[in-house]
Nanobody
Framework: EVHLQESGGGLVQAGGSLTLSCRSSGFSLGDIAVGWFRQAPGKEREAVACLSSRDGSTTYADSVKGRFTISRHSAKNEVYLQMTSLKVEDTASYYC?????????????WGHGTQVTVSS
């Protein structure tokens, strides 16, 4: 059974940075797609970033392009989301996901989430 555990969330001022981590167990980060989704209260879930291990390609939501970076450490079975120039609108619960195949459809495994709060 795949288990994903996020960490690294917290409270940060606008303009600041945070790095989220996601540790996986029960599955080696092989030919899969790992990603980050977020959801703020009253808003729809949003796909933030995706990394395909098949070719190393990454995709980002337009709202975070140039500010967020997804990466992974295969040996540690960890995935990271480096967030810079944070905005109040980035406030949300962030979830790590793992899908079989090359894309982050959010149909596979999910972590329990970590809260990111950006203050003005």
């Amino acid at each position: 059974e795949v288990h994903l555990q996020e960490s690294g969330g917290g409270l940060v001022q606008a303009g600041g940075s945070l790095t989220l981590s996601c540790r996986s167990s029960g599955f080696s980060l092989g030919d899969i797609a790992v990603g980050w989704f977020r959801q703020a209260p009253g808003k729809e879930r949003e796909a933030v970033a995706c990394l395909s291990s098949r070719d190393g390609s990454t995709t980002y939501a337009d709202s975070v392009k140039g500010r967020f970076t997804i990466s992974r450490h295969s040996a540690k079975n960890e995935v990271y989301l480096q967030m810079t120039s944070l905005k109040v609108e980035d406030t949300a619960s962030y979830y790590c996901t793992l899908d079989l195949g090359p894309t982050c459809g959010g149909l596979g495994s999910w972590g329990h989430g970590t809260q990111v709060t950006v203050s003005s």
